[in-house]
């Protein structure tokens, strides 16, 4: 558009809904892997921006494979897009009637989960000396493994933050407020500003676990509640601190500074915050802002990236890590080729596009060289400081996703009073502690 609108409608925004691209999308790609013999399968979630404008989704992904099968002629490798809304439970119908991909590229969360079910491969030849020392990062490679062993291979991470349609900001006289190491007491004042203007809010979306880091890392700023920690092994959730924050989320809510989101997926917010009809997402990263270039360009939508403010101003950051892992098929042969294709997807110009497409920061020192000057990654990179302790591959991780989501949607329906809510999560999220999830 030319001209940015002033006012955003509610029903307006209700009908353009439609008006959506990008991440998120729920239609699947298949794409063959070649002639003759038996084919890898290779399923990825949607992480990866394409590299050229117009291209379909899962264009870079197979050019990947085109690229490793020209250089191993025997060894054939098959596509499966799948999403993050139907995707999980995809996998696990898959994993459950035996017949899992060979790859998967995802995150830790779940990857680690897998291997904890002894349904993954070991990666620990991967995991050379010479690998370990370019990363650098103990906390990052300890968050691929399950015991001793390594099972997911890193290639790229992010910090998760929120962002803003900087010229609603501007427009409500407030974009001076949103920035690093803002208070809770800013952001209050922000959306009661956007409020008052007419720009329409996001919503607290919990339709499902997808980008569940966002609405968590969100909750857990707002008083430095935190979500878990690591000293006693334990969720925290339902602490003071944290009562406070599901309460002032429900009274938000109520105040129309943000909406009930119960019907509406991670991916629906995405759209909506790239299409202009919102004024700020609670789930936003590197991989966003490369994956919806082009639709924030059409919508002459101009981002801000800001941590999630907290009461006093230090943001404590949840974060991505991406890579690639094998499930165990009891073939030598086929985790073999699998492991190949690991090794062609993380080293030369291949792993540079990869760690490109991610649009993330790689994890290997020696790949920083890719994003020179720019700036929005040079500013990622001074976020490390403030990353949270990495919860993500703890035992019933998934189990508490469930939980989260459930409880932020009963609460916002009204089923359940917020310091209630809170203190049930925390205590259903400890006892996931104990389940092998």
């Known amino acids: ?80 897009l799948i999403d993050f809304t139907k995707g999980p439970e995809k996998l696990e119908n898959a994993i459950k009637n035996g017949n899992p991909p060979d790859i998967l590229f995802d995150a830790p969360g779940r990857i680690i989960s897998y291997a904890k079910r002894g349904k993954l491969s070991p ?26 062993s390594y099972y997911m291979y890193p290639v790229s991470s ?20 949103v920035k690093e190491g803002w208070t809770t007491d800013d952001f209050t004042e922000v959306l009661s500003a956007l409020k008052r203007e007419g720009y329409v809010p996001t919503s607290v979306y919990c ?12 909750a857990s700023n707002l008083f430095s509640s935190g979500i878990y920690d690591p000293v006693s092994g334990l969720y925290t959730a339902g602490n003071e601190q944290g009562r406070k924050a599901f309460e002032y989320i429900y009274d938000i809510s109520q105040k129309g500074y943000i909406l009930n989101g119960i019907n509406k997926t991670a991916a629906d917010v995405l759209n909506d915050f790239a299409a202009g009809l919102s004024s700020y997402t609670l789930l936003w990263g590197p991989s966003q802002q490369k994956q919806y270039a082009e639709t924030l ?27 690639f892992c094998v499930f165990d098929k009891n073939d030598d042969k086929r985790t073999a080729d ?4 690991l090794r062609y997807c993380s080293g030369g110009e291949a792993g540079e596009r990869v760690v ?36 993500n591959t703890v035992d019933g991780f998934a189990d508490m996703r469930v939980k989260w989501y459930t409880t ?16 049930e999560f925390e205590r259903y999220a400890n006892e996931t502690l104990n389940k092998k999830s």
């Open 158 to 177: 992010a910090p998760f933050y929120m962002a803003f349609n900087k010229a609603y900001l501007e427009a409500a006289g407030v974009a001076d407020k």
């Open 338 to 341: 699998a492991k190949e294709f």
């Open 1 to 80: 558009m030319s001209v940015i609108p002033r006012r955003i409608k509610c029903l307006a925004a209700a009908v353009l809904l439609l008006f959506t691209t990008g991440c998120g999308s729920s239609d699947e790609v298949q794409s063959g892997g070649g002639d003759g013999g038996a084919s890898l399968s290779f399923w990825c979630f949607n992480s990866f921006a394409q590299e050229n404008s117009g291209d379909k989704p899962g264009t870079f992904e197979q050019s990947l494979i085109d690229g490793f099968e020209e250089q191993h002629p025997g060894i054939k490798i098959e596509l499966t």
């Open 356 to 391: 490109l497409q991610t649009g993330c920061i790689p994890v290997r020192n020696s790949y920083n060289y890719l994003y020179t000057g720019d700036d929005l990654i040079a500013r990622l990179a001074g976020w490390t400081k403030y990353y949270a302790p990495y919860y």
């Open 297 to 323: 360009r059409k919508n002459d939508v101009s981002v801000i990236s800001v941590p999630y403010p907290s009461d006093d101003g230090v943001p404590e950051l949840e974060y991505l890590i991406n890579g």
């Open 207 to 218: 339709k499902d676990q997808s980008g569940d880091q966002g609405t968590r890392a969100f």
């Open 408 to 423: 932020l949607g009963g609460m916002l329906s009204g089923d359940i009073v917020p310091d209630k809510a809170a203190e």
């Open 123 to 148: 990666l620990d030849d991967l995991f050379d000396e010479e690998f370990i020392k370019d990363v650098d990062n103990n906390s990052l490679t300890e968050a691929c493994k399950a015991g001793d």
